[in-house]
């Protein structure tokens, strides 16, 4: 991508009406633009990271044997009323123009239209255990929506539902969720402590939470943790009689209060949806039985909302290798020339226009500063900003040298590389 062809510019100044560091960022890079409190547009900088992350999560739920689906946003009362879930408030209420009442909300969770669908599919232990997934908005009327990506109000989210003949068999598939969960957030740069949680308006019975420590993270958890050599142990504090400097349950090691955002969500559902819709089975034994249900949650646009707060240093973004929206961030310093005609063209353009070529046809994912008018500090400051993991610059100097100078996001150090020699180090 040609960055002088980019939808988008980048802004020297924070927003005004964000207060955090991802939004501060996202906005500045031209990632985002902020539509309403809550409500964000995914630029093509920032579509990219999104797509990213997708790619990851599909993979490994594809991995687990989920079964992508999509399901609608406009879900009507009848299937909340069975779990009476139509009078939760975080819903927003669709009505039509001409229509005296609203009979829909959008959805903020599926469980309810998917168990009453499945049970169009599932009728014996034959059809067990099966598993499904969308990628999709989530609406939901957040009070507190100021944390950019973190929160909302219509936001991204993978979830996974899946079905089962036994608590057995459920718990069996929670721990495949919970190990695709880890890889996952690794594969985003993220480290995720798995925590110990109540169930909210899902499930009466505790869930797991996946929590990245993180000082604006609006969730305190009590966590046996890794500073202190712990064991890792961890329970939200909504649930906990967990102290600061108490002893852990599990190993005796000493628990921390830390600050967490929640990026991930597990619920082992039991029965409570396939008994409000009939989803039952026929047994191995000739009995009838409820199915057994559990529902998966990542926040997808969070995700990359705490990507970026975990790695910046204050003047940009560092995105993690897998998310980045490009490998390369190639910059061309050719401001001396900029008054040049076509055919008296530099040959610092021509070489950096070369190099862009050849990297493209290595299929390397590569965001080309060939703008005209910005000067050497401009180019630097937005290419810090944006955040991609390899700055390459082709100047004079590089030129006379016969290279390109190669530099890593967030390191000092530069090298030279022989341009002929450039596709072997990428
Ligand atoms: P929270 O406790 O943060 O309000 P939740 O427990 O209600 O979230 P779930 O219903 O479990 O959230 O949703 C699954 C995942 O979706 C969460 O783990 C979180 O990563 C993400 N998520 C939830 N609410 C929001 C929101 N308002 N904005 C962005 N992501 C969200
Ligand atoms: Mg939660």
Redesign the pocket.
Known sequence: MRLSQLFTKTLRESPKDEESVNAKLLIRGGFVAKNSA?VYTFLPLGWRVIEKIINIIREEMDAIAGQGIFMPAMVEKKYWSATGRWDVE?GYEVRGKKDKESNFVLG??HEDILASMAAKFINSYKDLPRAVYQIQT?F?N?PR?KSG?????E???K?LYSFHESEKDLFRYYDAVKEAYFKIFERCGLKAVYTL?GG?P?TMSN?H??QVLADVG??TIFVCGPPAGGCGHAENSEISKLKNGAKCPECGGRIEEKKS?????I?PLGTKYSEAFGLRYLAKDGGQKHVVMGSY???????M?TIVEIHNDGIGILWPENAAPFKVHLIVLDHRNQEATAPERSSVRGTADNVYEELLKAKVEVLYDDRVVQSPGEKFADADLIGCPVRMVVSEKTLKKDSVEIKKRGKSETVLIKAEKLKEYV
């Open positions: 809550g975080i903020w969770s989530k939901r957040e929506a990506l973190l929160r909302g109000r936001f991204l989210m979830d949680a909210g899902f869930t939470e996946f609006e969730d955002i929640e990026v991930g969500n619920f949650g990542i926040g997808i646009s969070r995700l909302g």
